[in-house]
């Protein structure tokens, strides 16, 4: 069964096993202040994860203080984190707090810390270690209590972190699955963000079976970014396989043959009304294949049958 919250503001959907699992997860970690690194692909959900920490835990009231990595100079990281003095060397006219006192009891998200250049990245995780909150030219050192989760794409990246963001607690480490790996998301994230564009639209089984069968490199972003688009180009109530705009094509983006399986096999199932034996015959493999295959693709033939209902 699909799953639909709200997380400062921001819906998150799900209905695979994989994320019912990383929410259930993201509850129970919630509720310590330990730090934690959020290892997942650009699109996947980091910060509606990094959100749904926040909003599950104690901190909740407090504030939630997000930093984008992506474009920060070395040369801006303490100052951004810790903010200045007036009269100190990078502020001689103004005060300014930093990142961590604005997040006091509450969360601070450094986005895509994995995009940082090793020396920032060092520098960042070293001004964490070494002053926590202390203003640039401050002579007193304000505590703050902030909760830190990091989000990068690169594996290497979340280790040195974990060994780093350790130092003082165990940091947790939770592991986001690209969309590919939970295909049952796709249908009921698609029909959400089909409805949001225009609820009078539904997809025709072809669209979804074409849905099923790209692989969505850029993951959630992109299958938002393509309702929203293709939604634009139905001509009637229904929105047909034609329909469906893709980004302009990505190396290894289609799943061929072999990444159609997951698509004929749900199909299959709607067909006979969730028979397993109906279905096998249909796709001609034993019953016994067809539910080691539905095991492994992680589809669950209850909800594949229902209506969406998110
Ligand atoms: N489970 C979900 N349910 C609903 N919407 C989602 C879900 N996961 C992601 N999204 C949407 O997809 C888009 C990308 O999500 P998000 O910003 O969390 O990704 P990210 O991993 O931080 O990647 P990026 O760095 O590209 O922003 C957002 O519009 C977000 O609302
Ligand atoms: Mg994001």
Redesign the pocket.
């Known amino acids: 069964m699909a799953e639909k919250h709200l997380f400062l503001g921001?819906?998150?959907?799900?209905a695979s096993p994989r994320?019912r699992d990383l929410f259930e997860q993201v509850r129970r970690i919630a509720q310590s202040a330990l730090p934690v690194i959020l290892l997942?692909?650009?699109?996947?959900?980091?910060?509606?994860?990094a959100r749904a920490l926040h909003s599950c835990s104690p901190r909740h009231p407090k504030p939630f203080v997000d930093l984008s990595c992506g474009s920060l100079p070395a040369d801006l990281i303490e100052s951004e984190l810790f903010g200045h003095e007036r009269g100190s060397l990078s502020a001689p006219r103004s005060t300014r707090p930093g990142l961590l006192e604005l997040a006091h009891q509450g969360t601070l998200f450094l986005?895509?810390i994995g995009s940082l250049a090793p020396r920032t990245e060092a520098k960042l995780l070293q001004a964490f270690d070494s002053a926590h909150g202390r203003r640039l030219g401050h002579v007193r050192q304000p505590r703050t209590d902030v909760r830190i989760i990091a989000?990068t794409s690169a594996p290497s990246s979340a280790q040195r972190l974990f060994s780093a963001l350790s130092a003082r607690d165990t940091a947790q480490l939770l592991k986001?699955p690209p969309l590919r790996e939970r295909p049952e998301?796709i249908e009921f994230?698609a029909c959400?963000f089909l409805s949001q564009q225009n609820p009078e639209l539904r997809f025709a089984s072809g669209a979804m079976t074409a849905l099923y069968s790209y692989l969505w490199p850029g993951?959630?972003?992109e299958l938002?970014n393509t309702v929203l688009r293709s939604a634009l180009m139905a001509k009637g109530p229904l929105l047909h396989a034609d329909d469906i705009l893709f980004s302009p094509a990505v190396p290894g983006a289609t799943a061929g043959v072999a990444g159609l399986e997951p698509a004929l096999i749900r199909q299959a199932l709607a067909d006979s009304g969730g028979r397993l034996q109906r279905a096998a015959d249909s796709l001609g493999i034993s019953r016994h294949a067809l539910s080691r295959k539905i095991r492994s693709y992680g589809l669950n033939p209850t909800t594949l049958i229902e209506r969406i209902s998110v």
């Open positions: 921001v819906e998150a959907i799900w994320m997942g692909e650009s699109g996947s959900g980091r910060e509606v994860i986005n895509e989000a986001i998301d994230l959400h993951n959630v972003r938002r």
